[in-house]
T-cell receptor
Framework: GAVVSQHPSWVICKSGTSVKIECRSL??????MFWYRQFPKQSLMLMATSNEGSKATYEQGVEKDKFLINHASLTLSTLTVTSAHPEDSSFYIC???????????FGEGSRLTVL | AQSVAQPEDQVNVAEGNPLTVKCTYSVSGNPYLFWYVQYPNRGLQFLLK??????LVKGSYGFEAEFNKSQTSFHLKKPSALVSDSALYFC??????????????FGQGTTLQVKP
């Protein structure tokens, strides 16, 4: 099946720094990618919908200046957590929707820990 | 508003016994329905989906789910549970229609614990 790669898998950073997480569709093109946030033992909360070549659409309550999303190509979307704080520590998961079939595939997730 | 409910935080079954993980939804029209499984510190793995047709859908790893329109439910089932099935299970819905971007609405998740 189609593969979605997230990098890094784990990242630890100091408070106040910015962290970039990449989401790549390895063997298919994705016009739309989704970014989710998941707290321990909780559901996935959709943060934003990322469309190639246009601005991301953020869900209500998600700070777009805090969580910068860029979808510059059909195979790559990035999430940058700016000026990270401990409360931003979470598991971030992306999913990509194939151009060909519209199916969704999920990445393995990226765990961010802010000290 | 769209919503998905998984009424049980945890389901415990003995290995070899049948299992059911419940899901009900509230979405306008006829949605697409999905089940995903998540192992610790991993992403989501697709199990099965209902689009149209037969109400009983068969998926990966021996799982199946039954779509019940009148009860707006999509319960996940397996005839004989394995210890390796222990994981977090998510039900999700997606609205039909060309205006939909493919966004999924997830339930709260149910932890399945299969004991030997």
């Amino acid at each position: 099946g189609a593969v979605v790669s997230q990098h890094p898998s784990w990242v630890i950073c100091k408070s106040g720094t910015s962290v970039k997480i990449e989401c790549r569709s390895l063997d298919f093109q994705a016009t739309t990618m989704f970014w989710y946030r998941q707290f321990p033992k909780q559901s996935l909360m959709l943060m934003a919908t990322s469309n190639e070549g246009s601005k991301a659409t953020y869900e209500q309550g998600v700070e777009k200046d805090k969580f910068l999303i860029n979808h510059a190509s059909l195979t790559l979307s990035t999430l940058t957590v700016t000026s990270a704080h401990p409360e931003d520590s979470s598991f971030y998961i992306c999913s990509a929707r194939t151009v060909a079939t519209g199916e969704l595939f999920f990445g393995e997730g990226s765990r961010l820990t802010v000290l | 508003a769209q919503s998905v409910a998984q009424p049980e935080d945890q389901v415990n079954v003995a290995e070899g016994n049948p299992l059911t993980v419940k899901c009900t939804y509230s979405v306008s029209g006829n949605p697409y329905l999905f089940w995903y499984v998540q192992y610790p510190n991993r992403g989501l793995q697709f199990l099965l989906k209902y689009i149209t047709g037969d109400n009983l859908v068969k998926g990966s790893y021996g799982f199946e789910a039954e779509f019940n329109k009148s009860q707006t439910s999509f319960h996940l089932k397996k005839p004989s549970a394995l210890v390796s099935d222990s994981a977090l299970y998510f039900c999700a819905v997606r609205e039909r229609g060309s205006s939909n971007t493919g966004k999924l609405i997830f339930g709260q998740g149910t932890t399945l614990q299969v004991k030997p």
